[in-house]
């Protein structure tokens, strides 16, 4: 008997998927439950998992963009074949019996072969060690994350330490390694004469001039059009303002040590960000709003969308309820959403929705940009990098922690007056964080 496996749904949004990669060749014996492909839609990547035992049948390619219910393959419903049982090694690994006999060896073999000999991530460019184990690493197999990431990066997994069971390249390793710094190919410089060349010939380059090409991913292709979408389709605006970061920069260095204690997380800019934006939200509820259709939409609610940054390219998962939340309720879910996004492993409800946005471009060293709106949301607050200025004190000038805020907004729903309103009332509950505890 045998088993046919589609495209599952993934959401409502979504009729289609590329498939990324298969973890099981064709022909492979797979056990039930076991992880056979991972696929990616425009807004995450998910595992096809077999359902059924038996024997695969592949019948879609890697990199093949499938609708959903469409037929990947078909698993026929067999035992497991009588030498796989008795070695007790999964089909779908490659393995050097070789290279294993020589891992086996010594105990030093053992610490290479489990990927423990030397830190991952580390520089091996133009390092003579890292070279000569080159040939021990050859047989090292990046999962179908890892390999995109080392692809995306230009890295030869054989230089790369797996970490993961029998020395396969984890998606943590990939991220780690660095690229191999490109050895320098510049002409010699000699006391040579060069002919002249006539006034109107174009001057010729004498460096390397490669170039490589990559397919957009389903997720880059929905960022590309929802991006050019926004600027389309929205009057958009944006004002800005500054914030005297001493108060809160105060309070965590003195309190810090103590809240993560208590909460097991540290004290960060965002909680502060977002108590105060979800105070100001509901006092200016136009900027919590969305347009639908010919109607105006205002949230009784607080949902706030946090903009990060991924391998695979931005992600704004949602802290639902976020007026509703403590400091340390917010870091956990900050933490917790950050951690899924960099893995690949948040859902598409996690995703789904939101009424505000907040991005930090701070972290990054951004002094001072204008943010695009996440639709249909009509607003996003842009946070920024923090730098000492001087600023103006009961008339004396006095060197303060500064950090520039811009406020992007759809000017159909909000009106100049409140959407600067909005943001001067956030810069005050900045300021005095006292205010964020009180509620005044």
């Known amino acids: 008997m045998s088993v046919e496996m589609k495209v599952p749904p993934?959401?409502?949004?979504?009729?289609?998927?590329?498939?990324?990669?298969?973890?099981?060749?064709?022909?492979?014996?797979?056990?039930?439950?076991?992880?056979i492909a991972e696929m990616e839609s425009d807004k995450a990547t998910f595992?096809?998992?077999a359902e059924k035992a038996g024997i695969l049948h592949i019948k879609a390619q890697e990199?093949?963009?499938?609708?959903v219910g469409t037929l990947v393959c078909?698993?026929?419903?067999?035992e497991a074949p009588a030498e796989e049982a008795s070695s007790g090694k999964d089909s779908g690994k490659s393995s050097n019996e070789d290279g294993a006999g020589k891992a086996d060896a010594s105990p030093a073999g053992e610490e290479v072969a489990a990927g423990k000999a030397e830190p991952a991530g580390n520089e091996f460019a133009g390092n003579a060690d890292a070279a000569g184990s080159a040939s021990g690493k050859a047989n090292a197999i990046p999962s179908p994350a890892a390999a995109k990431i080392l692809a995306e990066k230009g890295i030869d997994p054989a230089l790369v330490n797996g970490t993961g069971k029998d020395g396969r390249i984890t998606k943590d390793d990939a991220m780690k390694a660095a690229a191999p710094k490109a050895e320098s190919t510049a002409?010699?410089?000699?006391?040579?004469?060069?002919?002249?060349?006539?006034?109107?010939?174009?001057?010729?380059?004498?460096?390397?001039?490669?170039?490589?090409?990559?397919?957009m991913s389903n997720l880059r292709k929905t960022i590309a059009r929802r991006l050019v979408q926004v600027k389309n389709d929205t009057a958009m605006l944006t004002t800005f303002n500054e914030v005297d970061m001493s108060g809160i920069m105060a309070l965590r260095a003195q309190y810090k040590d103590k809240f993560k204690e208590k909460y097991g997380v540290g004290l960060g800019f965002m909680s502060f960000f977002t108590?105060?934006?979800c105070q100001a939200l509901q006092e200016f509820p136009a900027v919590n709003a969305r347009i639908d259709g010919d109607e105006l939409v205002y949230n009784d609610y607080v949902d706030i969308s946090i903009?990060?940054?991924?391998?695979?390219?931005?992600?704004?998962p949602v802290i639902r309820n976020a007026e509703t939340l403590s400091l340390n309720q917010i870091e956990e879910n900050v933490i917790d959403l950050a951690v899924k996004a960099r893995d690949g492993k948040l859902t598409i409800e996690e995703m789904t929705g939101g009424t505000f946005t907040i991005t930090n471009g701070g972290v990054f060293g951004s002094m001072l940009s204008t943010p695009i709106i996440n639709a249909p949301q009509s607003a996003i607050l842009g946070m920024h990098n923090i730098v000492e200025r001087p600023v103006v004190v009961n008339k004396e000038i006095v060197i303060r922690p500064v950090m520039f805020v811009a406020l992007s907004y759809d000017h159909r729903v909000i009106d100049g007056k409140e959407s600067v309103s909005f943001l001067v009332r956030v810069k005050q509950l900045l300021e005095d964080p006292a205010r964020l505890l009180l509620g005044v």
């Open 10 to 35: 993934v959401g409502e949004s979504i009729n289609e998927v590329t498939l990324s990669s298969w973890l099981k060749n064709d022909g492979d014996y797979v056990e039930m439950d076991e992880v």
């Open 47 to 49: 595992e096809l998992t």
């Open 63 to 67: 990199g093949e963009t499938i609708p």
């Open 74 to 78: 078909i698993i026929e419903e067999s």
């Open 187 to 215: 002409p010699s410089t000699t006391a040579t004469t060069t002919p002249a060349q006539p006034k109107s010939a174009p001057a010729r380059a004498t460096g390397e001039r490669g170039e490589r090409r990559e397919r």
């Open 275 to 277: 108590r105060a934006c």
């Open 307 to 316: 903009a990060v940054s991924t391998p695979r390219g931005l992600v704004v």
